[in-house]
């Protein structure tokens, strides 16, 4: 079992960029589609973003689409979640998480159910 953790948050203005990342120490994590989920205070948990296993395939959310791009590094076993013109609703704690995929697929689902959570990362947006 591991646990990922997740980096990159801050305070940042409206219409400014981040960079998150998701990652492991001591398990390599190329069989696991990979899934960045957000927690805005007072809501439920929103799935934003997922990357398959290949790094081929994605699936993001209507609300972030055209801003937000998931992308994966398997040499440095990271996973990015690149946010840019940022508004004060993106808000929120940061979480990923992972979910193993015994076959060779080339896609994800945010409806997946992702395991392996990290504590998240704390991004504020002013105005």
């Known amino acids: 079992q591991f646990q990922l953790v997740e980096s990159g948050g801050t305070l940042v203005q409206t219409g400014g960029s981040l960079n998150l990342s998701c990652t492991t120490t001591?398990?390599?994590?190329?069989?696991?589609?990979i899934a960045w989920f957000r927690r805005a205070p007072g809501k439920e948990r929103e799935g934003i973003s997922c990357?398959?296993?290949?790094?081929?395939?994605?699936d993001i959310a209507n609300v972030v689409w055209g801003r937000f791009t998931i992308s994966r590094d398997f040499s440095s076993n990271t996973i990015y979640l690149r946010m840019n013109n940022l508004r004060p609703d993106d808000t929120a704690v940061y979480y990923c998480?992972?979910?193993?995929?015994?076959?060779?697929?080339?896609?994800?689902?945010?409806?997946?159910?992702?395991?392996?959570w990290g504590l998240g990362t704390q991004v504020t947006v002013s105005s």
């Open positions: 998480g992972a979910a193993y995929i015994r076959s060779q697929t080339t896609y994800c689902a945010l409806h997946w159910t992702f395991y392996n």
């Open positions: 001591g398990y390599p994590l190329g069989d696991y589609s």
């Open positions: 990357i398959s296993k290949d790094g081929s395939g994605t």
